[in-house]
């Protein structure tokens, strides 16, 4: 996962961002290709043997066999999910905000039913993310994920006020799918908290409320988050 300091990795199809691609492809080097799609905070996850199978495509998800390939994601507080079946050599990158939780069960659902893997193979690493500590959210949304992600994935602090974690949420997902918990991995950095990332809350946080979401991206750093096999 690239860090704030590596600039903004933002991608829509038809943009020209040259820190990105000067970034990425020094990732990637010559042998292998940048697999992306343009994020929309949905569950859609696509299974890919080339990168150009993604052109003009929308999603949050991307798995794939072809070990040439690098399939990326972007994120600024929302979780990246890096997936591995190395039995069946199948693997991917997923971004999991509120709105797309529930994406990695997609994303189990297609390494089994397109590569035929089995639960019990499938490694995720859930990245770093905005956690419970600065997830701060309404009653109606916490509501909401208790109910779908168990009670754990809800926090409240002493005032009463609410916050999300989306590693209990996914955890939650995982287990439920039958993934052993010593295949997941859940890196503890809070985006928000530490400095080193870009975050969408502590960079837009002095920002008037009123202002168009299309301006606001400017604030605030997305990076890249990818799955690289090696042999
Ligand atoms: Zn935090």
């Known amino acids: 996962m690239s860090l704030l300091s590596a600039g903004n990795m933002r991608f829509e199809w038809g943009m020209h961002n040259p820190a990105r691609e000067k970034f990425l492809s020094e990732n990637a080097g010559s042998s292998h290709k940048i697999a992306a799609v343009e994020l929309i905070h949905s569950k859609t996850v696509y299974s890919v043997n080339s990168a150009q199978e993604l052109n003009g ?33 199948v693997f991917g990158t997923l971004h999991s905000g509120w709105k797309g939780t529930g994406i990695v069960l997609e994303a189990v659902h297609t390494a089994v039913n397109v590569y035929g893997s089995s639960v019990k193979d499938i490694c995720v690493v859930m990245g770093p993310h905005i956690h419970s500590c600065c997830y701060k959210v309404d009653d109606s949304r916490a509501a909401l994920f208790s109910s779908e992600f168990g009670s754990e994935s809800v926090a409240t602090f002493s005032d009463g006020t609410k916050s999300l974690s989306l590693a209990a949420a996914n955890l939650f997902l995982l287990r439920k799918a039958g993934v052993p918990d010593e295949n997941i991995c859940i890196r503890n950095e809070c985006t928000c908290c530490d400095k080193r990332f870009g975050s969408f809350r502590r960079q837009t946080a002095g920002l008037p409320s009123d202002m168009p979401f299309c301006e606001r991206k400017n604030y605030f750093t997305v990076q890249a988050a990818w799955t690289k096999w090696s042999d």
Do not use: E, H, S, W
Request: net charge neutral; charged share 20%; hydrophobic share 45%.
């Open 57 to 89: 495509l929308k999603g949050d998800g991307i798995l794939t066999q072809n070990k040439a390939l690098i399939p990326v994601v972007t994120v600024a507080d929302c979780m990246p999910l890096f997936l591995c079946d190395p039995v069946r050599g």
